[in-house]
DNA sequence: CTCTTAATTTAGAATTATTCTAATATTAGA
DNA sequence: TCTAATATTAGAATAATTCTAAATTAAGAG
């Protein structure tokens, strides 16, 4: 049973994250990186600015932009649109996955790949790289 | 065998599925309509106003817009936007369909829902309104 | 420490797609 | 032919994001 870290060792374990990818770990990316990997839910640029400016003493919307694009570069985060919106929305989980937007509340939800099978049929023999699925709905 | 239709006939025959819609039909609209439904091919806004510089005596970027937002409202379009990109797309292909986007060239193609099998293992018994779908790699 | 240089942050301007505004033009139909 | 409703237009406004160029901070050699 491993103990629930402390803030300061998370603090530390997100410094540790930075260093390995080579980014150097400034207070403003710290606190970035700490609150989309670790509070965050597929956040927006404009959430990440909303909370900075509650929980840091100051930090400019450019360094948001900045680091978030650094961030996705070194593969820490991944970005993408949703078909009905022009927000890029910041997703930590790397794996493999899709998405189920609740048309009600807006939530955007994980949905893990062995819960939807996708199989092309007449195999075109495509090279596909990327498959993006969003379903639209309520819960 | 029927023949090719004229492109007056054409004409008409937008002409009469914009008036079955409500929609007054205006030179403008019938310009656009025609474009989009006989000749383009999953086009952005820009594509549309590009061509009508070219095809059409003087059309306004207004217009553009208006017109493909009563196109979508009256149900003759759909519009959605890739995971990548900002522009909104329109497509003509109403029945349900995925697409595949050729990332060497920026070309977006049709599949067919019978190309593409998407079964959801969901234990989650899920109201699913809408199921987007994008492929992205190169053929 | 203390410079010096490189990297980062910042405010605000610029950009791009789209929407809005309010004036003008066109259309329908009495 | 008039009138009212509808459509079109140019250009301003908006919103997300990127860019610019100056100020701040960090790193590392001495
Ligand atoms: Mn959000
Ligand atoms: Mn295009
Ligand atoms: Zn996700
Ligand atoms: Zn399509």
């Known amino acids: ?11 530390q374990e997100i410094e540790k994250r930075l260093q390995e990818a080579g980014i150097q770990p400034t207070a403003q990316r710290i606190a970035i990186a ?11 640029a404009d959430d990440i600015k909303t909370w900075a400016d509650q ?9 948001v932009y900045n680091t978030l694009k650094i961030l ?3 593969g820490i985060l991944r ?20 998405h189920f937007l609740d048309e009600k ?22 090279d596909i790289r990327q498959v993006h699925v969003v379903l639209v709905g309520r819960k």
């Open 105 to 126: 509340t807006g939530a955007l939800h994980d949905i893990p790949p062995e819960e939807l099978e996708i199989k092309p049929r007449n195999s075109k023999n495509w």
């Open 72 to 74: 996705v570069q070194s």
């Open 55 to 63: 929980n840091f003493p100051k930090m400019s919307l450019a360094t």
């Open 1 to 11: 049973m491993t103990k629930k870290p402390t803030a300061l060792e998370a603090r």
């Open 34 to 44: 700490q609150y989309v990997l670790t509070d965050a839910d597929h956040p927006t």
């Open 79 to 98: 970005e993408f649109k949703l078909p009905h919106s022009d927000r890029v929305i910041y997703d930590t989980n790397l794996s493999h996955h899709f």
